[in-house]
């Protein structure tokens, strides 16, 4: 049986950009990182650049002026950006990811015309799902669309919470509820595009966080916010959370590979500094202890990469991977959780202090193990579809 890939980037081309981005990154990110958490937001000279580098549409396809790279390559590009601080990756990953993958699972021909090129050019994108009341009980969501009285468009009522991107986007992908209840199970939920300039939308100042400084979240009200019937996802209603959740596969491969980017970032430190950290007459890298705390975490990073190498790989022949990019989620972040705890350990009195590394990398890998999915709520993803499986013997 043959087997399809999709195609992506041609691969010389592709390692050329990612060896040129590895050099942006260390040389120019990296460097830059002081200034990020100082003022909580990334220079606009760097956002210019990284648009000028077509980090906005990576996965767009190239004929609407993106890079068209495929899974695995976006995959790999995300685990290198996340070596430098996370706001960076943050500022264009629903664009490549969630909002990407919507457009391109449920968009029609014309909404793909429209948005595919403002995406690739540099339009900032978020995702509108959780709401103060409802993350991943859909059956909760209280935002609402009902049919414009006036004409064939929608108005749109409801508060969207914890919104990435959302002081800074000039779109959003807003799910709403279309009907009080529906059979199938989330039929209720449609998807919306929605610029973010349409009257009646507004966002809330940026919350507080406990890490990840530069990048912004926070609410999005809709009030009366009339929008026309071709900002309907696919002109259908009742699909919203079908085309959510097949975007969230997406945006968990995300997280997982800045996971991993962000824990070999924690753990390169770790090495630097147990090297240079002198106790009893020697490097504290001399020590059995710390030697183990280092290759556990070595180990466990190289686990995550092959991880990401297989369920990319699926993805890009075609397969149906909510599971597999539930359990690379999991595993990655929860790894880069265990990781940077060990740097801190490794750092020993000076990983509690803001002045080192250690500290940041402690508080910024914490929301790993919460968005795109709790930890808790993919783990029972995982059963339902390996219990759903059995029982279909497969």
């Given amino acids: 049986m043959s087997v399809t890939t999709a195609p992506g980037m041609d691969a010389e081309t592709f390692d050329q950009f990612l060896d040129q981005l590895e050099r942006y990154v260390r040389e120019r990110l990296i460097p830059a990182e002081t200034e990020v958490i100082a003022n909580d937001r990334i ?7 990284m648009k000028e580098m077509g980090l906005f549409g990576l996965t767009v396809p190239e004929d609407f002026g993106g890079a068209g790279l495929n899974t695995t390559q976006y995959a790999k590009v995300v685990q290198t950006m996340a070596y430098a601080a996370p706001a960076y990756r943050s500022i264009f990953s629903i664009n490549v990811g969630m909002f990407n993958s919507a457009i391109k699972n449920g968009g029609t021909d014309a909404q793909k015309a429209e948005w595919w090129p403002r995406i690739a050019e540099g339009a900032i994108a ?48 807003i799910m709403a509820r279309t009907k009080k209840d529906a059979q199938p199970k989330n039929a209720h939920v449609s998807a919306f595009i929605v610029p973010m300039d349409t009257p009646g939308v507004s966002t809330s100042s940026p919350d507080k966080k406990m890490g990840q400084a530069g990048s912004h979240i926070s609410d999005i009200m809709l009030d009366d916010v009339h929008v026309p019937g071709d900002a309907l996802l696919g002109e259908q209603t009742g699909q919203g959370f079908r085309f959510a959740m097949m975007s969230l596969d997406n945006g968990r491969i995300s997280v997982g590979a800045a996971s991993t980017g962000y824990a070999r970032r924690a753990l390169d430190s770790a090495l630097k500094y147990a090297n240079e950290r002198q106790a009893f007459g020697e490097p504290i ?34 397969e149906n991977t909510v599971k597999h990019a539930a359990a690379f989620k999991v595993f990655a972040s929860e790894m880069c959780g265990r990781v940077v705890d060990r740097v801190v350990q490794i750092y020993g009195g000076a990983g509690y202090l803001a002045e080192y590394d250690a500290e940041r990398f402690f508080r910024d890998a914490r929301i790993y193990r919460i968005y795109e999915g709790t930890t808790q709520i993919l783990q029972l993803q995982i059963a339902k579809h390996m219990l759903r499986d059995y029982a279909a013997g497969i």
């Fill in 126 to 173: 978020c995702f509108g799902l959780t709401e103060p009341g409802s993350g991943s009980d859909s059956a909760a969501m209280a935002t609402t669309a009902r049919p414009d009285p006036e004409g064939n468009g929608w108005i749109l009522n409801g508060t969207k919470r914890y919104i990435t991107n959302a002081p800074h986007a000039d779109v959003g992908l």
């Fill in 43 to 49: 220079p606009d000279d760097i956002i210019a650049e």
């Fill in 285 to 318: 890298a001399n020590f059995q202890l710390i030697q183990q705390m280092l290759s556990e975490s070595w180990t466990e990073i190289y686990a995550a990469e092959a991880m990401m190498a297989d369920v990319t790989a699926r993805v890009d022949r075609g």
